[in-house]
Every structure is written in C-alpha cells, then in structure tokens.
C-alpha cells in the first residue's frame, strides 16, 4: 500500500508544481530570485523523471514479467497507431519549445514579472466568457502516454487505462489552471 501511494504521489508531483508555480509565482521568485525560470525548469525535469518512473516503477511491480514485454503480443495496427500519435505528440512537444521558447514554457512571463498573456483570447462560440487555449506541450504528453498505451495494451495490466486518464486528466487540469487563473 506503501509503494502505491509513493507511486501516486510522484505521478501527481509535476501538476502540484506547476499549480503552485502558477498560482503563487511570488513564493517561487521569493527562493529563486532571478534563477526562478531555471530552477522551474530543473524542478519540472526533475520532477517528470520521477513521473516516468514511478509508471515504470508500477508496471514491473504490477507484471509477473516486470518490465519485459513480449513483441509477439503487439498488434501490428496498434504499433503503427501507437507511433503516429508518439510522432505527433512528441512533435508538438517540440514544436511549442520551438515557439514558446524556455520561457515560454517555464512560465517565464509569470516568473519575471509580466502578467501579460502572449495568447490573444478568443470568445467561445456562445459569445461569451474565453474560450480554452490549445496547449500543444499538453496535449502532446498526453498523446505520447496514450502512445505506449495503445501499443502495449494486451500486456498491461488491466488497470493501465485508469493510469493514463489519469495522467490525461492532471495535463487537462493544469492547462484549466493556466486559462482560469491568468
């Protein structure tokens, strides 16, 4: 019960940190100064390779064969499936880095005093209130979880689809936080 907490924690580590970076950017420059952008970025590093592996951690504990996997058992549709949406995933990771920049997408403009918004708003189509921003970093982490889960479904555990929702709901939840609270 222990390990499954630990593992849970660490799952939700990167979303907290990022929150907290959010809604309090005053507290992070408070023990960061003008290193506030690096150390976020360090910390989110940090934090999503404990993310990935606490998932690793889970499925060699929650497997007879631990991390080994059959190749036999992936379905060839599911592979090519599975690689386009790591493909695009990982391409839209890249692409907003390539946009954003490092502090872009380190919450630089929080973290160095600007509260200006660099996405122009958009009026949802019922004429009022704003409209979600699309967050092409988010949504390409959740496509490359979803990723691994499509290719190697018949080999996970039965619960793995509960792990990557979840996964899929913290991004959603983060990027809700970053839109409703400016």
């Known amino acids: 019960m222990l390990i499954a907490r630990q593992h849970a924690c660490n799952i939700y580590m990167v979303n907290c940190c990022s929150a907290f970076v959010w809604l309090r950017p005053s507290v992070w420059k408070s023990l960061f100064g003008s290193s506030s952008v690096g150390a976020f970025a360090v910390a989110m590093r940090t934090l999503n390779l404990l ?15 631990g991390l080994c996997f059959d190749a036999r058992h992936i379905d060839i549709g599911n592979f090519v499936l599975g690689l386009m949406m790591l493909a695009l995933g990982q391409s839209l990771v890249h692409s907003a880095f390539a946009e954003a920049g490092f502090d872009g997408l380190y919450y630089g403009a929080k973290l160095n005093g600007s509260h200006h918004r660099k996405e122009e708003e958009s009026e949802d189509a019922s004429g009022g209130g704003v409209a979600m921003q699309f967050k092409p970093h988010y949504v390409g982490t959740v496509l490359t979880v979803w990723a691994g889960v499509v290719v190697l479904l018949p080999q996970l555990p039965h619960n793995a689809w509960f792990v990557a929702a979840l996964w899929s709901l913290l991004y959603a939840i983060t990027s809700a936080t970053e839109e409703t609270f400016p």
């Open 51 to 65: 993310q990935l592996m606490a998932v690793a951690f889970w499925l060699w504990t929650s497997r007879k064969s």
